[in-house]
C-alpha cells in the first residue's frame, strides 16, 4: 500500500526500515523524520506522518513481542508509548487546519 503519495513509499519500505532502526538499537525512540532520513527522502506535504506514526507504533510493539526482552519492559514501554499517543494523537493534532492555505 502506497502511504506517501509525494515521495512514492510503499508501507514495506517503511516497514522494513523501521525493523532495521530497531536492528541497530531496540529500544531508540523512531519518529518520521528518522524514517525518512533512512529512505534518503524528505517530508513534503506531511500529510502521511500521523499513518507513518501508525506504522512505527504496530512495527515496534510486534518487533518486541517476537523479541527476548523482559515482558516488563515492553509493557512499561508500550504503556508510555500509547499514553504519548492518546496525549498528542487527538485529531486536532493531526493534518492541516481548515484555514491552512498552502500558497
Known amino acids: 500500500m502506497l502511504v506517501c503519495h509525494c515521495n512514492m513509499i510503499t ?14 538499537d ?22 502521511c506522518f500521523p499513518n507513518v506514526v501508525e506504522t ?16 516488563v519492559e515492553i509493557v512499561s514501554h508500550l504503556d508510555r508509548v500509547r499514553g504519548l499517543r492518546g496525549q498528542y494523537g487527538s485529531r486536532r493534532h493531526e493534518g492541516r487546519t481548515t484555514n491552512h492555505r498552502a500558497a
Open 11 to 24: 508501507e514495506k519500505e517503511i516497514e522494513r526500515t523501521i525493523v532495521g532502526l530497531l536492528d541497530a
Open 26 to 47: 531496540p529500544w531508540q525512540l523512531i519518529v518520521p523524520a528518522k524514517v525518512y532520513h533512512a529512505l534518503s527522502k524528505r517530508g513534503r506535504c506531511c500529510g
Open 56 to 71: 512505527i507504533i504496530r512495527v515496534t510493539e510486534d518487533y518486541h513481542t517476537r523479541s527476548e526482552a523482559n515482558a
